[in-house]
């Protein structure tokens, strides 16, 4: 029970994306989908809100919440 969507995105048609894994939920799979298909612009998004937080982090000494939850993500994202 694979379902297939093709979701386009600002840097072009991603194709296919198979989002199978929901078990017959066919709004989650689509949901999926979708989230697949934006996450090379959110990746890219996270890097440069990164780059203004640690610009603030390095001016008040200190790290945020924030901050640490976007590092974790771009990691996560990296598969690191």
């Keep these: 029970n694979s379902a297939f969507w093709e979701i386009g995105s600002d ?4 194709g296919d994306s198979c989002a199978s894994s929901c ?3 066919e709004a989650a799979g689509e949901a ?19 780059t203004s937080i640690e610009f603030d982090e390095t001016a ?9 939850a976007v590092r974790a993500a771009i990691a996560k994202a990296e598969g690191k």
Excluded at 11 to 14: C, D, E, K, T
Excluded at 61 to 68: E, F, I, K, P, R
Aim: hydrophobic share 45%.
């Design 11 to 14: 840097s072009g048609s991603v």
């Design 23 to 25: 078990a017959g939920d």
């Design 32 to 50: 999926n989908a979708k989230l697949m298909a934006a996450a090379p612009e959110m990746l890219e998004a996270l890097r440069q809100a990164l």
């Design 60 to 68: 008040h000494g200190t790290t945020y919440g924030v901050g640490n």
